[in-house]
């Protein structure tokens, strides 16, 4: 019976693994559908990004009751792996509560612990939930949330719920049979549980072998719905929980709000000036801004990904404040989307065939002419994600490749090529109004 369990927790284990890896390894190949961009300048920075941005949440602390609520659940993520690592270890091996033997008291204060960050996790879920479901926080009811989003949210939710109830729910059921000395379970008396012997007078009137079922039942749904969530993170927003660590440290570190200059296009203006440092071969054609997710950089692929669809950005955007169309949380699923789209077309043919489709069947021109460029969508991020960036290349590329532009901009690109300034006045002109006075 026990190699029977060995060998069904082995290959479920090594499907979940398998099925992971091969997600993982999409995504990946996915970003890297993304021109170069060197963000490696400035380590120590960076490092510090990654420890207050990413684990520790720093920008989420302006509001710090719901801040503390997300860390604990956080927290609650990233510390009971420690006991899902004894679940696994004990599954292949064939062993029980293997860290018990290993850690005596300090294994029972751990187990504490967790129980502890479990009630956390269980408890703020639920207020989660409550949030967004009968609250309704604005940010979180917004149109673009309706269908997927909204439920891909809720099963998190619900999933972290269920898994903290069938941990709390195992220990009280072992812990019973060990004061019963009942086979295996006595072999290591942990004694109590924090909060798991509240659950004992529940289950005090199952006979032995009932409670090994639940014990067994419970174990065996919490391991098998780690390995399913596991699986599900790469199809849901909750993929942040793994990328937001590489985001923060891949942050741009240069001035809020500065934009890139195009070198091609500088290098035509410094042509244009002094003609004889121009290349006397032709240069291959330049493609101006972004079109499709072939044309933004990896960092910007990243970002897409990495986006927890949480809103800070949509609530500060003045924008979206003023009733315009523009959402950057909106710019970042779609982008997100795209590249889903263009991975399932590579993974259907091998590599990509063109579908007659880009950035624009998911982001409209509305939403790019929207943006005043303030940078407060990438101010208020919780790990730097900058919406700005897709918005200014994909404008980039209407303008210049398209000649897509409503007439006040094509007025003001004229006058500052032939007058060198927003306005139409002559360079020669611009200071008569000092005699007017």
């Avoid at 703020?124 to 309706?146: P, Q």
């Avoid at 989003?149 to 099963?155: E, G, I, L, M, R």
């Avoid at 523009?326 to 263009?342: A, F, Q, Y």
């Avoid at 006040?408 to 690109?413: P, V």
Wanted: glycine share 6%; with cysteine; hydrophobic share 45%.
């Amino acid at each position: 019976m026990q190699i029977a369990q060995q060998t069904l927790f082995i290959i479920a284990a090594g499907m979940a693994i398998y099925l992971f890896s091969k997600k993982i390894k999409q995504i990946r190949r996915n970003i890297q559908l993304g021109k170069d961009a060197d963000y490696t300048d400035n380590p120590a920075a960076r490092w510090k990004n990654l420890l207050l941005l990413a684990f520790g949440q720093k920008k989420m602390f302006r509001n710090p009751l719901v801040a503390l609520m997300h860390f604990v659940v956080y927290a609650g993520f990233l510390i009971i792996n420690i006991e899902v690592l004894e679940i696994f270890l004990d599954g292949i091996l064939g062993t029980y509560r293997l860290f018990a033997a290993l850690g005596g008291q300090f294994y029972i204060f751990l187990i504490n612990a967790f129980e502890f960050l479990a009630l956390g996790v269980l408890a703020f879920c639920i207020v989660f939930l409550l949030r967004r479901n009968w609250v309704k926080v604005k940010r979180l009811a917004s149109k673009e949330l309706d269908g997927w989003p909204k439920s891909d949210a809720n099963y998190i939710l619900i999933t972290e719920i269920v898994l903290m109830t069938l941990f709390l729910t195992m220990n009280a059921a072992d812990t019973l049979l060990q004061s019963r000395g009942y086979g295996h379970y006595a072999a290591h008396l942990t004694g109590n549980f924090a909060l798991s012997q509240y659950i004992q007078p529940l289950i005090a009137g199952f006979s032995d072998q009932q409670l090994v079922a639940l014990e067994r039942t419970c174990w065996w749904l919490h391991i098998l719905g780690i390995f399913a969530f596991l699986n599900y993170l790469p199809y849901s927003k909750h993929l942040h929980i793994l990328l937001a660590f590489p985001n923060a440290y891949y942050a741009r570190l240069s001035p809020e709000g500065k934009m890139h200059n195009m070198v091609e296009v500088q290098k035509e203006v410094l042509y244009a000036m002094q003609p004889e440092l121009a290349p006397t071969e032709a240069a291959a054609p330049m493609k101006f801004g972004a079109k499709d997710v072939f044309d933004l950089s990896w960092k910007n692929l990243l970002d897409a990904y990495s986006c927890t669809e949480c809103g800070r950005c949509t609530a500060a955007c003045p924008a979206n404040i003023t009733g315009k169309l523009l959402s950057p949380r909106k710019i970042m699923m779609g982008t997100r989307d795209r590249m889903e789209e263009v991975g399932q077309n590579i993974n259907k043919n091998g590599a990509f065939i063109d579908d007659g489709k880009n950035l624009l069947n998911h982001i409209s021109v509305e939403e790019l002419r929207a943006c005043t460029s303030c940078n407060a969508c990438v101010e208020e991020c919780p790990v730097s994600i900058s919406p700005l960036e897709i918005i200014l290349e994909m404008r980039r590329a209407l303008v210049m490749e398209d000649s897509n532009a409503p007439q006040e901009w094509n007025s003001m690109f004229s006058n500052i090529e032939n007058n060198f300034a927003p306005w139409k006045l002559a360079p020669d002109d611009r200071d008569k109004w000092v005699n007017e006075v």
